[in-house]
T-cell receptor, first 113, second 112 residues
């Protein structure tokens, strides 16, 4: 298994609170990604990073921000959580190069009440 | 506007037979295609990939076929085993630093 750790694995919180999810890798891969998975939607990209302090938006970035201050850590923040952000969040990593597969962590199940 | 489509939400196959999962795409700039398998409460696991310069790639029981003119790819699993029961995602990307685009998944059930 690729060395990817997501924390926490489960979280329940209330609408309006800030939430930060962490992704930690031990593979020294350049690229890191955050996805959300919802029934009927598959996996949708939120944000990704192509290096320390280099990030870009994905398909569903509204309401989310990210930071990458070290190669191994990629943080996803919901500044003010809403019920529509209840989902399973997956982090992925990949090596440099156009034809490199992404490898995923085991996910964080987030419930916003 | 879905760029990657898996039109069958579910598929049931008997153990030992062939499973064929299908995927269609619309973006002609896609040149790298992947299949992932996902069990409940786990992250997707990379299975097999193919670049657009090939039309077939094989890895053990898994073979991916690419038909560029039809913008169609398929994953064949032979023989199917009960442990293959999972959700399978098709994904595609263009060259360079472009993100993966995923289909919505097909749930495969292999019946003993």
């Amino acid at each position: 298994d690729a060395g990817i750790t997501q924390s926490p694995r489960h979280k329940v919180t209330e609408t309006g609170t800030p939430v930060t999810l962490r992704c930690h890798q031990t593979e020294n891969h350049r690229y890191m990604y955050w996805y959300r998975q919802d029934p009927g939607h598959g996996l949708r990209l939120i944000h990704y990073s192509y290096g320390v302090k280099d990030t870009d938006k994905g398909e569903v970035s509204d309401g989310y921000s990210v930071s990458r201050s070290k190669t191994e850590d990629f943080l996803l923040t919901l500044e003010s959580a809403t019920s529509s952000q209840t989902s399973v969040y997956f982090c992925a990593i990949s090596e440099s190069g156009s034809h490199q597969p992404q490898h995923f962590g085991d996910g964080t199940r987030l419930s916003i009440l | 506007d879905q760029q990657v489509k898996q039109n069958s939400p579910s598929l049931s196959v008997q153990e030992g037979r062939i499973s064929i999962l299908n995927c269609d795409y619309t973006n002609s700039m896609f040149d790298y295609f992947l299949w992932y398998k996902k069990y409940p409460a786990e992250g997707p696991t990379f299975l097999i990939s193919i670049s657009s310069i090939k039309d077939k790639n094989e890895d053990g029981r898994f073979t991916v076929f690419l038909n560029k003119s039809a913008k169609h790819l398929s994953l064949h699993i032979v023989p199917s085993q009960p442990g293959d029961s999972a959700v399978y995602f098709c994904a595609a990307k263009g060259s360079g630093n472009t993100p993966l685009v995923f289909g919505k998944g097909t749930r495969l059930s292999v019946i003993a």
